[in-house]
């Protein structure tokens, strides 16, 4: 009886603990927490490996890049190759340290092949000590990676389009212009080590381009010229011309004011040397040029986008009961009888009234914007003047460069000659150097095409345009907007070209911020490649980020 309550309640505390839940999840947690604790430390370990890899790689992509280019411009021989990587590598990875070393960095070289490829590949191990799988028999995690760059079937073409206009005579911008291109024009040709390697077009630009009035054969006479303006009456005269115009023979007053047509009289065409002013403002009355009408320089008064251009002409003047315009089709008459009068352009085509025609060999050379839409393409000219015409319009400008757009080439020396004789002239026209830039790069299209590719190379082709300023005239305006609009559209032709693909690279030249940065210039730009520079000293520096991204993209991995 004594020692059965002592049982019992023993026994009810063993059941009770037998029962007992509150100590279960403290038990299961410990049970758990070793795997818990094994699979978070592997994770800490492979992402600490995974960085290590990472920044491997990165260093092996970097050294065999840069030693590919060492070992393409001659800078180190191949039995150079591998310590050159290793010293890249050694100032290039940035994982963590003791994972891999120098020596165990290789690099393997092999010379062209048949399609004139070669290649380098650099290897790199290493092992990473690991904190916690080394619990589980895992003490080192291996690091390995591969590089490799190939080269040698890829050839560059570089259209270098550049501003030439008045505006540039400033603040040393066209020195600081011409060094940089030179510069570049250096560099590039080292990448010339067998013939059509590398090719340089230059364009200089400002309202127009200056093609030269020969092309290894006379331009005068090429069919890809359109001389219809050239040779044209003053378009504000056509079907629009006053009564003192049509009763004015040698001796009446000028017919023309700069208030009302935009030009006024001279005493011969304006293109000839010599010409001067009408004396006295009065119609030449004796003499070669008697009864001349000519039109002097446009002042663009009357119509913006013939500012500075000349009209290569003059009308003649006959009367009496036999004067007739005969075929030509510019002329008007006026009266009967002995009071007729008959005013003809560029007169009758008599040897008595030649001199009203100046020859097409007073052309100086300078071309301006074609007939829209061919002034946003690359299509090829053809040998109808008829509007809309694809050819190229001649003019003869007063701000004419004297710099002429220069084709493909690889005689270094003579491309650099070409931009010494820059100098400073005239509006800006972006969109007319811009186009010549593109055709220089054509194969087929035009009067300056490119050299014909080889099938077995890899070409890439690239634009590089520099400007001063914004937009300010073109063959039909000088609102900014409007020229920008037309170049908007011949910049995403361009780069909608999947063909011939041509990459981009833009530079305004902004002295202090005195103009906006240009929206035009930006869109123009593939993926980005725009720069404003706002001292002329960062031209150099311009020019070499450009180098810098066309070796990138010359040395591909």
Known sequence: MFRLPVVSRIGRQLARFAGAEQGNIAVIFAIALIPVLGFVGAALDYSRAVHARSSLQAALDSATLMVSKDLTNGTISESEIEAKAKSYFVGLYTGPSGTVSSAQIHATYTPKDSNGISNIAVTGSGTMPTDFMQIAGYPTLPVNATSTAAWGNTRMRVAMILDNTGSMAS???????????KDMIDTLSGYNKQTGDVYISIIPFAKDVNVGTTNGTSNLSASWLNWTEWEGEPPILVNNK??????????????????????????????LPGAQAAPYGKIPWTGTYA???????????????????????????????????????????TGSGSSKICHLWRGDGTAATAAAAPPRSTWTGCVNDRDQDYDTKNTAPGSSSASPSSQFYAEQWSGCLPATVFPMSNQWQSLKDQITAMSPSGNTNQAVGLAWGWQSLSTTNGPIAAPAKASNYVYKDYIVLLSDGLNTQNRWSTSQSSIDGRQEILCQNIKADTTNPVTIFTIQVNISNKDAKSQVLQDCATNGNFQMITK????????KNILTQISKLRVAK
Do not use: H, L, W
């Open 171 to 181: 603040n040393g911008k066209m020195g600081a212009m011409q060094t940089a291109a």
């Open 242 to 271: 006053s009564n003192s115009f049509n009763s004015a023979i040698g001796g009446s007053d000028c017919p023309f004011t700069n208030n009302s047509q935009g030009f006024t009289c001279m005493d011969r065409p304006a293109t």
């Open 291 to 333: 009864g001349y009408i000519c039109p002097s320089i446009d002042s663009g008064n009357k119509r913006a986008g013939k500012s500075g251009i000349y009209y290569n002409g003059c009308y003649t003047t006959v009367t009496g009961s036999t004067a007739s315009c005969g075929s030509n089709t510019a002329c008007t008459c």
């Open 536 to 543: 002329s000293s960062e031209t150099s520096d311009a020019f």
